[in-house]
């Protein structure tokens, strides 16, 4: 593994703004926990590295991210809300965790910039 993987997902593109070599499985999981297990069960399957869907709304303070992700539309993928900062913070916590190999932004609304 080369270190995690960094994924876009805008308006139906998914883009990587990292490199890697080895294969890639992208998930979904409601919560950091099933993700994990999610990750095992595909590594003992294959060498495939994870890649997890993380919906996310940044803002410059908490209260402002947390409005942009209650016009989320609710689905089953683990959600964020903060600065980016926080944001940084918690894609290296799922990396060293062993939660996944990279996570996937996907931005809350369509006016997100992630």
């Keep these: 593994m080369s270190g995690v993987r960094l994924f876009v997902a805008d308006s139906g593109e998914w ?11 992208r998930v979904s ?25 993380v919906t996310v709304a940044v803002a410059g303070d908490f209260r402002s991210a947390r409005r942009g992700l209650e016009l989320a539309r609710p689905d089953a993928t683990v959600r964020y809300a903060g600065t980016v900062d926080g944001l940084a913070g918690l894609i290296l916590d799922i990396e060293l965790a062993g939660v996944a190999d990279g996570v996937t932004l996907v931005p809350a609304a369509p006016e997100e910039d992630v």
Excluded: K, M, N, W
């Design 15 to 25: 883009t990587e703004l990292t490199t890697g070599d080895a294969a890639i499985v």
């Design 29 to 53: 999981a409601p919560d950091l926990q099933q993700a994990r297990r999610t990750r095992a069960a595909i590594r003992s399957a294959s060498q495939s590295e994870v890649i997890l869907d």
